[in-house]
Each structure stands twice: as C-alpha cells, then as structure tokens.
C-alpha cells in the first residue's frame, strides 16, 4: 500500500487506494465506521447510510467533494475511521487552505487514535503538501472533538454558532 502517513498504531492511505487494495467490501466497512453514535452530530448526508449502495454513494460523493482518506489499524488494516480534505484555497496548483473533516469508528473512540492521527496529519499537511492552514468545523455539542482540536493547536475565532471554526498553520 501507498501511504500517506502512519504512526505508531495506523496507517493513512487515499479511499481510492483502499477500494482497488480491500480484500473486504468496503461498502460494508462504511456501514459499520456510519454508526448512530458516529454521526449524531454530523451533517445530513453521513445519516442513514445502511444499504452497501447508500455506502458506495455516499463515499462517491464524498469524492466528489473532498480527497478522502482512510485510517487502517496497523495491527489487522482494518478500516478505523476517515479523514476528509476539502480544498479551500488554491494558489497556482498550490493547495494554501484546506477544511478538514474526520470520524472514527465508535469502537475507536477514547484510545488516543484520533489525537495521534490528527497530530500526524497536521505535520504532513505541513511539510509534504505545503498547506499553510486548516480549519475544522465541529457542532456545539461535540465536546470531545473541540477538546481535541484546541490540543491539537487549533483556535476558536470566538463567534458563538453551532458551528465552532478552529485553525492552525502546520509547521
């Protein structure tokens, strides 16, 4: 597998690589990360996904919106969660901004996963791609991931919506 970036307990490659390489359906995967748990607070179109043709659809436009990344578990590759990459700014073919999404899968949750993921993410947005910043939106009541990224550098402009923005500029 071509990887993007790994760490001590995962690997990050693209979700397109992951389809032609997956020895298990990823419809399937997608499935099973899309829990009601997962996507409470996230937007309409990650609801509801329980058919393995709702699964592919959604990750095709997913695709069409977004590069779509997916966390493998080092120890079995089993799909962990995704990372979404929204180009916001480009300056001669030169991506500047991205909008940042990411989930785990519900069993992954609390262990240090995303922390580690996110962390390493920033620095190769940073260093192999050059983006100069990031933002990431995350819902009033996600409490865990706003902790997450204001550990991970990030900072609130300071607007009250429920929609809290955070960037920071990777090294």
């Known amino acids: 597998m071509n ?12 979700a397109q690589q992951y389809q032609q390489l997956a020895k ?8 099973q990360t899309l829990s009601s748990e997962v996507v409470q607070s996230l ?9 393995r043709q709702q699964a592919l659809t959604w990750l095709e436009q997913m695709q069409a919106e977004a590069e779509v990344l997916v966390i493998l578990n080092n120890t079995d590759d ?10 916001a700014i480009i300056d001669k073919d030169v991506i500047k901004q991205v909008h940042l999404g990411y989930l785990l899968a ?9 922390s580690e993921v996110l962390g390493q993410c920033m620095s190769w947005l940073g260093e192999s791609c050059r ?5 990431a939106g995350v819902s009033a009541e996600n409490v865990a991931s706003k902790q997450l990224l204001l550990k991970l550098g990030f900072r609130a402009p300071g607007h ?7 960037e920071i500029k990777p090294n």
């Open 106 to 114: 519900y069993q992954f949750w609390r262990q240090g996963f995303a």
């Open 78 to 87: 089993c799909l962990m969660g995704f990372i979404f990459l929204y180009p």
């Open 160 to 166: 009250d919506l429920d929609l809290y923005l955070f």
């Open 131 to 135: 983006v100069e910043q990031v933002f």
């Open 3 to 14: 990887m993007l970036f790994n760490t001590l307990r995962t690997q990050v490659i693209s």
């Open 24 to 31: 298990t359906n990823i419809a399937d995967q997608i499935i």
């Open 43 to 51: 937007p309409d179109n990650f609801q509801d996904i329980v058919t």
